[in-house]
């Protein structure tokens, strides 16, 4: 069964410091999806990048960076020089591609607190 | 408007209560989700649809039904609702992940107080 584990509940950073956020994932398909989103205190879910299984490639978007390592099935999260704004919840999702059976399984998420 | 919305935005009901959570969408997207989330849990997947009339059980779907009569309308009910379904639910939809490079895109949520 597909499963996201992200060990991290909680990190607090001083403004400018980078951190990385952990995400391991389970899934016995050899297609499949990750995905990380980003919940502000407004609530709502923002999607921030999507990566498929053939795809090993390490992605940067300005500050932030993503490292996709399939042999230890783990798809990190780094944000560099971080700001106040980046204070959110960030989850990390596994979607498998089984029979075209696309749910989407949720890690816990980790709660990250910039400070300024 | 164009996106996902999802209706009553907040909602108070008594234990016991049936409650229909709305959610509708304008993509023609053929996948639809419900998740909870609770302090501690995350995101947890209650039950989701690859298309109209056809859905399937998630993670936590004790307590809930759902039907998708109609491809732009999943609506969640919890039959008799319990302080345990007290929770902040999202709805969320998406085209095939395996067909298309693209992602779910969710609701604003219902935060839903059972009391």
């Known amino acids: 069964a597909q499963k996201v584990t992200q060990a991290q509940t909680e990190i607090s950073v001083v403004e400018k410091e980078d951190v990385t956020l952990d995400c391991v994932y389970e899934?016995?398909?050899?297609?499949?999806?990750l995905f990380w989103y980003k919940q502000p205190p407004s609530g709502e879910l923002v999607f921030l990048i999507r990566r498929n299984s053939f795809d090993e490639q390490n992605e940067i978007s300005g500050r932030y960076s993503w490292n996709f390592q399939k042999s230890t099935s783990s798809f990190n999260f780094t944000i560099t020089a971080s700001q106040v704004v980046d204070s959110a919840v960030y989850f990390c999702?596994?979607?498998?591609?089984?029979?075209?059976?696309?749910?989407?399984?949720f890690g816990k998420g980790t709660r990250l607190h910039i400070l300024p | 408007d164009a996106g996902i919305t999802q209706s009553p935005r907040y909602k108070i009901t008594e234990t016991g209560r049936q409650v229909t959570l709305m959610c509708h969408q304008t993509?023609?997207?053929?996948?639809m989700f419900w998740y909870r989330q609770d302090l501690g849990h995350g995101l947890r997947l209650i039950y989701y649809s690859a298309a109209a009339d056809i859905t399937d059980k998630g993670e936590v779907p004790d307590g809930y039904v759902v039907s998708r009569s109609k491809t732009e309308n999943f609506p969640l009910t919890l039959e008799s609702a319990t302080r345990s379904q007290t929770s902040v639910y999202f709805c969320?939809?998406?085209?095939?992940?395996?067909?298309?490079?693209?992602?779910?895109?969710f609701g604003q949520g219902t935060r839903l107080t059972v009391v």
């Open positions: 999702a596994l979607s498998e591609a089984r029979n075209r059976d696309d749910k989407i399984i």
């Open positions: 899934t016995r398909d050899t297609t499949y999806y």
């Open positions: 993509w023609s997207h053929s996948y």
């Open positions: 969320a939809s998406s085209e095939s992940l395996g067909s298309m490079n693209t992602e779910a895109f």
